[in-house]
């Protein structure tokens, strides 16, 4: 709570990872947005996200280089929060327009209609299995439900799908690691991980 409250009062620099600029006709070339599988798309600016383009649009590059589980590096320390952007140009300050909220847990609807109308979605998800860090391409299943898991992980929801080949519903996130599916971006079934349960948004 303390974040959001910050953000509220300062702000945050508009633009980020994986934000893209692609058109209609990209949509076919996408692998994480291809036609065919009904996707929805997320309204982030009326930017799409495309894998090529993760560096693209960057006002400040993510800090830290793709790493594998665990993270977090002993004795690592992030900067001070710069004033400029990278390329020394001027920050384009984005404010909440909302106190944040939640989707009540299991309301697939609620989650669909939050992406759909306003944007991407932030989610709580766990606990995470060892082979979710390995997760490449594909839709994301569990495959040791025996496994207890490592932990909790938050991440954001930008759209969903429909596998119509194995007749399986997806969601389409967002991770914080490069080296996690495609570029950082990948699918996750419905239901794994316990993911519609801790889902947050803010309008913007």
């Known amino acids: 709570m303390a974040t959001f409250r910050e953000f509220q009062a300062r702000g945050a620099p508009f633009g980020g990872m994986g934000i893209g600029t692609g058109d209609e006709e990209d949509d076919a070339d996408d692998p994480i947005t291809k036609k065919g599988h009904r996707e929805s798309r997320a309204r982030e600016g009326a930017k799409r996200h495309r894998t090529e383009d993760v560096n693209e649009n960057v006002c400040v590059p993510y800090e830290f280089e793709p790493c594998d589980h665990p993270c977090q590096v002993p004795g690592t320390r992030a900067a001070r929060c710069p004033s400029k952007c990278a390329d020394g140009s001027a920050m384009e300050l984005v404010f909440p327009k909302s106190e944040a909220y939640v989707c009540p847990p299991g309301d697939w609807a609620c989650i669909a209609r939050e992406i759909s109308s306003f944007g991407s979605v932030a989610v709580t998800f766990g606990s995470v299995r060892a082979d979710f860090y390995e997760h490449k391409t594909g839709v ?65």
């Open 140 to 204: 994301y299943r569990v495959r040791d439900v025996s496994d207890p898991g490592l932990g909790m992980h938050a991440t954001k929801l930008i759209g969903w799908g429909f596998d119509e080949e194995k007749s399986d519903p997806y969601w389409i996130m967002m991770n914080s690691w490069r080296n996690w599916g495609e570029n950082g971006a990948g699918r996750v079934g419905v239901g794994e991980m316990n993911i519609e349960s801790g889902i947050s948004a803010v309008r913007m």
